[in-house]
């Protein structure tokens, strides 16, 4: 062969010769074989966010305290370590709490020791009286793939514990399984009420029977002793075993006759007090309910997987062992309802898009089979599997998993995959219709075309490359989210040209026939004579216009004008949404695109919490959670739902970024709704959360004081809200007083729903001053009357009784029932002991005021602030936030008072509350702004990349813009798309976006490198840029259809219907105009330079 051969005519013709090139494919599909049962799968990519929570108690202080001596300093210690992104803290009565986050993807076990080291090296700046820092990772692989609850209307809470107790031993040792909770359910326990009256009556006191009760519960060896030359243990037997043996301990002597425990108390042996609870209940969708009662008692067994599990196979051992234990260990009476099986939801997502990407893999099976002869389809389909395999190859040896942005990622690359085999196979094809009976070496010629396409291809997928590698380096939690996409992609393109140039010479010298005149005209192989006489219709209608577009000036403006009309429209679009009939707080105009980070995704299941002001009984927030069941048993689409009040449920992994698992007290509730599968509904979760809110119109205005929040699983990173205002500074009572006007703002906001803010109710508790010169006068201190109080409000454990079938202590707690509790200002009827053991009443040394409790502060980042938060109905929450800080930016909210607004920018606003009053706005804004921050970034950066990649490849500095000027006519199609299909323009579109700047230069390449051929040969200017448009239009037409119909089947998604209408439109609108404007370009930059 006369024509030197470049890298890919040289790979051509080595495999070619070679006979490892079919044990090559093999391995390949062994490997991806391999690679596609044994990769982890799960819904989503794991993203580590390390982080924790430092736990300081300072007894009797306030918040104010607490902030100056305990949050503040330890918030500074942690924020002069490295690698800490934010520190939230919350200081309290007694307690501050601070929650540090490292930066995504920091090394968990190395940020942990780190904080441990940092705070152990810092403790003289704890103040004295403080307790030692409490470290309690936050750690996502704590959240449970699958929850099982048992209920039952025969059996207590207490007994359903049991089962799930035993349940859990058995689970536990399965391979994958990690950390097993159990929520819900009461242990067993001596619960001795006792009586205030019998107690006055006796003149006993509760820090006698505290004494008393304490010194006998023991059993301990007290040494030993030889008798008849053996060592023989003595041991004290006094512990207590039962529940008479409690009753029968003597707590005084009064008269010479003894009080027994019995005398004065009521002892039962059982569960303890309700201080939270967890029901089930069943809805339509599920079919059958338990009998009885519409809600059950119910307990909750949630367990993790170990990391780097496959929660597939995780959970179907766990469920497996289930229906096994349901035969000898669960009661038949006791129904085992799974809750949650992100094993399952994993399986499904991914197993849905392995349907998609074979329903694309079809697709552009047929559109190959339209365009080329089956024999040349079949070559390049079998370049599909090859390239996928190699992808899940490398992904299980990188520690990736599979999982749905992963599959998202194949399918985006199918279409690209195909690029280089159907231009390689396209040009041999035609190489052999020209060359006819005249063909003497097939193999040669076979060579001849793959070294012909090499240089513009091998150029044109590092250009791809290019467009996505910047991706890699998108900042927070949305990188490790969406990195998969560049680095599948980015290996599919490279894998899929070696594949092109391995092993499709091989198998097209194999498999396609040599032409020759005696064969039947077939569109395998046209007679080349007819082939030159009437060309096909494709090059007919091309070179018809491109001629009228090169040599009529009338006819060249008319398009330009039409090209630019085009453009300004399109662009227009995303600029129209700003322009509303009601204002921006509004309703959209019909015909604009609107801006949003990702769709709201169609879950299965969402969680709905109720808020309660602080101090409000576990039984009124009961009752409200309640009413909001009666409402969810009728919604048709809801399987199951949980209820747990007074404490939080299983935690999911949005829940535990919004620190869900650390909320408890009786005013607090939490409903897991479980809804019907997404393939076996026809109505969205989205709108059935929609329809929920206005079904629950009559509980709103029943309890005006409840804080409901529907709160959806979000379809990528979580937040804290989606819109989240945080106000600052220099005098925490006006930000308080400023949170709560920025509130009322939210409501008159159009669209927003769900409003809260972090300011506490007020709040009222009793103050017990004690006169010490009194108290001392009698032999009492303030030590002995605050343990006496606490006993009698929160009674108290004087250790546990000893069985040794019990799984758990057998605690033996006592108390004053609640019914009979005293309250402080009947101090008449408290008495406490002296020195002497003589009774003092209460009223003599102290008095009792009543007072409103201080609000906890909350800091982020070493500032007190204030937050308000609130959920958007259907609208983007781009839209009423802007509407909110165009009213509040300069506003006087309260009197005095000069409010500013931040955070809208690309860059992080730093607070500054020590001369102003700030309003930041974070939530999914902030991710919002970040994301397209990032993705624009990395848009820019590709293309000065690609940029310099085609100076190097032309020697040129004109030449390398004519070819990128492809890529602003994505935007004809990209823009307009998202209007025809009602999709918002979100960050997959923007990823579209991005592919679409590699794959276009691709098409502009295979047209310049074409004309300079041409031109190298003698070719006249005018005719090379015609031929080049007439010749290379088939091959590009076909990728672009390859695209277009592999992304096709991604519209339909919810949340990543932006990138196929982005790829889809954009490829459709750029190839058809690049076909003219290209090689237009080209031939006005040639003329005007000759």
């Not at 990823?991 to 691709?1002: N, P």
């Not at 992304?1047 to 949340?1055: F, H």
């Amino acid at each position: 062969m006369s024509t030197r051969l470049n890298i890919a005519g040289r790979l051509g013709q080595a495999a070619m010769r070679s006979y490892v090139t079919p044990i090559a494919g093999l391995l390949i599909l062994l490997a991806g074989s391999l690679a596609l049962f044994i990769t982890p799968r799960e819904e989503n990519p794991q993203i580590d966010v390390p982080a924790a929570n430092v736990l300081v108690q300072l007894p009797g202080a306030s918040p104010q305290e607490t902030l100056n001596l305990v949050v503040k300093p330890v918030e500074r210690i942690l924020r002069e370590m490295q690698g800490v992104e934010h520190t939230y803290g919350t200081a309290s009565d007694s307690l501050g709490v601070i929650t540090v986050q490292f930066e995504i993807g920091s090394n968990k076990e190395q940020s942990l020791v780190r904080l441990y080291d940092r705070l152990m090296h810092n403790l003289d700046h704890i103040p004295p009286g403080a307790s030692q820092p409490l470290v309690k990772p936050i750690d996502v692989d704590d959240v449970p793939i699958v929850t099982l609850t048992f209920s039952s209307p025969g059996h207590s809470d207490t007994e359903l514990k049991q089962v799930a107790e035993r349940v859990r031993e058995q689970l536990t040792p399965l391979p994958g399984v990690a950390v097993a909770d159990i929520i819900g359910g009461r242990d067993r326990s001596i619960q001795v009420n006792l009586d205030p009256d019998r107690l006055a009556g006796r003149g006993i006191s509760l820090t006698e029977i505290y004494q008393t009760l304490n010194a006998a519960n023991l059993d301990l060896p007290v040494g030993y002793t030889v008798n008849d030359q053996q060592v023989k243990t003595i041991r004290l037997q006094g512990a207590l075993s039962s529940l008479e043996d409690v009753g029968n301990i003597v707590v005084a002597v009064r008269n010479q006759r003894p009080v027994y425990l019995r005398d004065i108390a009521t002892i039962t042996d059982g569960p303890g007090d309700i201080e939270f609870t967890h029901r089930i209940a069943y809805g339509p969708a599920r079919g059958h309910a338990l009998p009885g009662e519409p809600e059950h008692t119910a307990v909750t067994l949630a367990l993790a997987k170990k990391r780097g599990a496959n929660a597939v196979i995780v959970s179907t051992r766990i469920l497996d062992q289930v229906e096994q234990l349901k035969k000898v260990l669960i009661p038949d009476d006791i129904t085992v309802t799974t809750t949650r099986n992100a094993g399952d939801n994993a399986d499904a997502a991914v197993n849905m898009l392995i349907e998609h990407l074979g329903i694309a893999v079809i697709s552009v099976i047929i559109i190959l089979l339209l365009f080329l002869g089956w024999r040349e389809a079949a070559i390049v389909t079998i370049n599909i599997p090859l390239t996928l395999f190699i992808v899940l190859a490398v992904d299980m040896i990188f520690g990736q998993t599979i999982n749905r942005i992963t599959l998202f990622a194949l399918i985006l690359a199918l279409g690209m995959l195909v690029d280089d085999a159907i231009v390689v196979i396209e040009n041999i094809h035609r190489h052999m219709q020209q060359a006819g009976h005249q063909l003497r070496d097939k193999a040669a010629l076979i060579i001849q075309a793959t070294n012909e396409t090499g240089r513009p291809t091998i150029i044109a997928t590092f250009a791809v490359i290019l467009a996505f590698l910047p991706m890699l380096f998108v900042t927070g939690m949305m990188g490790p989210y969406m990195a998969p996409i560049p680095f599948n992609t980015s290996i599919a393109m490279f894998a899929s040209l070696i594949i092109a140039y391995m092993f499709t010479p091989w198998i097209a010298a194999r498999w396609l026939p040599a032409h020759n005149p005696g064969q039947a005209t077939t569109h395998d192989s046209e007679p080349v004579a007819h082939a030159q006489q009437t060309r096909d219709w494709m090059h007919r209608y091309y070179s018809r216009y491109a001629r009228r577009l090169l040599g009529e000036q009338a006819y060249r403006r008319n398009f330009w004008l039409v090209l630019a009309l085009l453009f300004i429209v399109a662009m227009w679009q995303p600029i129209w949404q700003f322009v509303r009939p009601a204002g921006i707080n509004g309703p959209a105009t019909p015909g604009t695109v609107a801006l949003k980070m990702l769709p709201k995704g169609n879950k299965n299941t969402f969680n709905i919490t109720i808020d309660m002001p602080e101090g409000t009984s576990m039984e009124v927030t009961d009752q409200v959670a309640r009413r909001i069941g009666d409402v969810l048993r009728l919604q048709p689409m809801v399987t199951d739902y949980e209820t747990y009040v007074g404490n939080a449920g299983p935690v999911d992994f949005n829940g535990m970024l919004r620190g869900a698992a650390a909320k408890r007290g009786p005013h607090l509730a939490e409903i897991r709704v479980n809804l019907l599968a997404s393939e076996l509904r026809t109505i969205k979760s989205e709108q059935i959360v929609l329809q929920l809110r206005s079904a629950l119109n009559q509980v709103y205005q029943d309890f005006p004081l409840a804080t409901v929040r529907l709160v959806e699983d979000p379809p990528g990173p979580p937040v804290r809200s989606t819109v989240l205002a945080e106000i600052y500074g220099p005098d925490y009572e006006h930000v308080r007083a400023l949170a709560r006007q920025v509130r009322k703002e939210f409501a008159r906001t159009w669209d927003l729903t769900d409003i809260d803010d972090s300011i506490s109710a007020d709040q009222q508790e009793y103050l017990l001053v004690v006169d010490k010169e009194k108290a001392a006068a009698v032999g009492v201190n303030t030590a002995q009357i605050g343990r006496m109080l606490r006993d009698l409000v929160a009674g108290f454990d004087i250790g546990q009784i000893h069985d040794s079938h019990e799984r758990h202590p057998v605690m033996i707690h006592i108390q004053i029932p609640r019914h009979l509790r005293i309250a402080p200002r009947d101090m008449d009827r408290l008495y406490v002991t002296n020195q002497q053991g003589r009774l003092i009443p209460l009223s003599s040394i102290a008095r009792v005021t009543e007072i409103t409790a201080d609000k906890p502060v909350y800091t982020k980042d070493g500032f007190p602030v204030a937050y308000v938060s609130a959920e958007p109905r259907t609208s983007p929450q781009v839209y009423p936030l802007l509407d909110l800080d165009q009213r509040l930016d300069h506003s006087t909210l309260i009197a005095g008072t000069e409010v500013t607004t931040g955070g809208m920018r690309f860059t992080h606003t730093t607070p500054d509350p020590g001369t102003r009053y700030q309003i930041l706005w974070d939530g999914e804004m902030r991710l919002t702004l970040d994301v397209f921050r990032d993705l624009g970034a990395a848009f820019i950066v590709g293309i000065v990349l690609i940029y310099v990649l085609l100076v190097g490849y032309y020697g040129n500095f004109m030449l390398p813009l004519i070819v990128m000027g492809a890529i602003p006519l994505t935007m004809i199609g990209i823009f307009p798309g998202h209007m025809i299909t009602g999709q918002p323009f979100t960050a997959t579109s923007m990823i579209g976006m991005i592919a679409l700047a590699g794959i276009v230069v691709r098409n502009s390449l295979l047209l310049i490198d074409f004309i300079l051929e041409r031109r190298a040969a003698g070719v006249a200017l005018e005719h090379a840029v015609i031929e080049a448009g007439a010749i290379r239009a088939r091959p590009i037409l076909l990728t672009a259809l390859a695209i277009i119909a592999g992304t096709a089947i991604l519209i339909s998604d919810p949340v990543f219907g932006g990138l196929g209408v982005a790829m889809a439109f954009g490829t459709l609108a750029s190839t058809l105009l690049t076909l003219f404007v290209i090689p237009l370009l080209y031939y006005l930059w040639q003329r005007n330079q000759t």
